[in-house]
């Protein structure tokens, strides 16, 4: 395995390397930060609630109720697309069976991409995620 020196002394490997062009991928999209800021604050959580909060962040960011065909379509499109690709990229585990996820324990390489994530975005995407459901409180 060939290896490539970083600026901290670190080596970092081409699995490395693919686990962060995977979490890069990940956290590129705002749902799945959305989710990781949950998980952070939470631990673990269901589809369905992740679906609720993901839901409620986008309706409130833009001033409308959360419509149900709308929920519908963000909790398939993290069912498919937004936690396989966060399971991939080490953040955290899913199970599509059961539909629980959890925070996973990530490659250093990836936890300090989130953290990094999770530092830009301040207190506007991830306050007071405790109760910003779909159904609202």
Excluded: C, K, W
């Excluded at 419509?67 to 909790?75: A, G, L, Q």
């Amino acid at each position: 395995m060939t290896e490539q020196d970083r600026t901290d002394g670190e080596a970092v490997n081409d699995a490395d390397r693919a686990g962060i062009d995977d979490a890069f991928e990940a956290l590129a999209d705002a749902d799945r930060r959305v989710v990781l800021y949950y998980l952070r604050e939470r631990g673990e959580s269901s589809l369905s609630e992740l679906a609720d909060v993901v839901a409620g962040r986008r309706a409130a960011a833009e001033g409308t109720f959360v419509r149900p065909e709308r929920r519908d379509r963000i909790e398939i499109d993290l069912h498919h697309a937004a936690l396989p690709a966060l399971a991939d990229s080490g953040a955290v585990d899913y199970d599509p069976e059961t539909g629980r996820v959890a925070l996973a324990d990530p490659p250093a390489a990836v936890e300090a991409l989130i953290d990094t994530a999770i530092a830009a975005a301040g207190d506007a995407d991830h306050a007071s995620l405790d109760g910003e459901h779909a159904g609202g409180q």
